[in-house]
């Protein structure tokens, strides 16, 4: 029987998605569970508590089998397991040790149906398992299908196959179009790696601009010749979903449902040299991120403290290693230096609202969510 489950961040878009399929899909039995690094701000714990008792249902804190043997948080164990190696773009263990392999142990080797959070105003990828019993699947966005699923689907070798699917699931002029697209698109693969991934997008718009639900039946159709997780059911609840929701709706979402928006989304007001600006946290996951940006240090730096002296800490405890790759705590937080990061980040943000992208105009919300809780949004 296959298993559903949904990754509760603490951020926005993995609360929001699990109200959101709550309330639209009530039938589906998803568990949802949390993976602690023990280093994460109280709001985060707040919204968690506030989950709970909306969905009525219990989220599970997932910790690594050693770290609660050990008795420490999560983080400080593998910490000091990596001999006071600090996570890093290049080396995220953290990622590895306190999100994947939880997560991974947690599911076993059951058939599962992973929900992630990603947006339909965000062009990214997120969290795709190498176990192959586990699926994800994307219900913010027009296309709910994984990147491996998609490549797979639309490659030249399964074209066949893709047009005996569409033709369960469309007739006439709608089918003509399906046939039309995939053997004007036939044979021009095997090129570079960046050449085939456009193409693949390409023909993907293309049927998808078809029809959403027709191109998801047919996935679901093509699905039952493979050995992923939904070949082995006779129907998914998602199929007929054809929404997109974007970053005004989550935070929608959020407020209706009464659960709220974390406190550290909260953009606060700051002058510098006669310019107002204001900083917010872009992201859930620990205080300390190394993804952060300049400028959510100095919101942390100002508005908690305590948290950044414990940041700190870790840096000194181990020569030449800094959260910032190139440039350590200490030095962004000079007089001089916080009021370049402050004043750069305000012409940052002047420039993007002058250009009227509504995907610029939030710096912070831009990069939100590239870093260790991109897995489980």
């Not at 050449?195 to 993907?204: D, F, G, P, S």
């Amino acid at each position: 029987m296959i298993k559903h489950v949904l990754g509760i961040s603490g951020g926005k878009d993995s609360a929001a998605l699990a109200i959101y399929l709550r309330e639209k899909y009530p039938k589906l039995d998803i568990k949802y569970y949390f993976c602690d690094t023990g280093k994460e701000l109280d709001e985060t714990y707040e919204l968690i508590s506030h989950l709970k008792s909306y969905l009525g249902k219990d989220i599970k804190e997932l910790k690594s089998a050693e770290s609660e043997m050990s008795g420490e948080d999560p983080f400080d164990f593998y910490y000091k397991a990596y001999r006071g190696y600090l996570p890093s773009s290049v080396a995220r263990w953290c990622t590895k040790k306190m999100k994947l392999e939880p997560f991974e142990n947690w599911v076993g080797s059951d058939p599962v149906i992973s929900y992630v959070g990603i947006r339909g105003d965000e062009d990214r990828e997120g969290y795709i398992s190498t176990k192959k019993n586990i699926q994800s699947i994307f219900p913010f966005r027009r296309n709910i299908w994984s990147e491996d699923v998609v490549t797979k689907v639309l490659a030249n070798e399964n074209i066949s196959l893709l047009k005996d699917c569409f033709s369960k699931v469309v007739k006439g002029k709608q089918l003509d179009k399906s046939v039309k697209i995939a053997e004007e698109l036939l044979g021009h693969m095997d090129r570079s790696y960046d050449y085939n991934r456009r193409l693949t997008q390409e023909k993907l718009n293309r049927f998808l601009d078809i029809g959403v639900v027709e191109f998801n039946h047919a996935v679901f159709n093509f699905l039952k010749n493979t050995d992923y997780p939904l070949a082995k059911d006779s129907d998914f609840a998602l199929l007929d979903n054809d929404e997109v929701l974007v970053r005004d709706d989550i935070f929608r979402i959020l407020d209706e449902s009464g659960v709220g928006v974390p406190a550290y989304y909260n953009k606060i007001d700051f002058e510098i040299n006669g310019q107002k600006g204001e900083y917010a946290r872009s992201r859930s996951g620990c205080y300390f991120c190394f993804f952060q940006q300049k400028i959510e240090w100095i919101w942390l730096y100002e508005q908690h403290p305590d948290l950044f002296k414990k940041a700190i800490r870790y840096e000194n405890e181990k020569e030449g290693f800094t959260w910032n790759q190139d440039e350590p705590l200490l030095d962004l937080i000079k007089p001089d230096r916080m009021e370049q990061i402050k004043k750069e980040h305000v012409e940052r943000k002047d420039r993007a609202n002058s250009k009227g992208s509504p995907f610029l105009v939030d710096i912070l919300d831009s990069t939100e969510n590239t870093g260790c809780t991109a897995c489980f949004v």
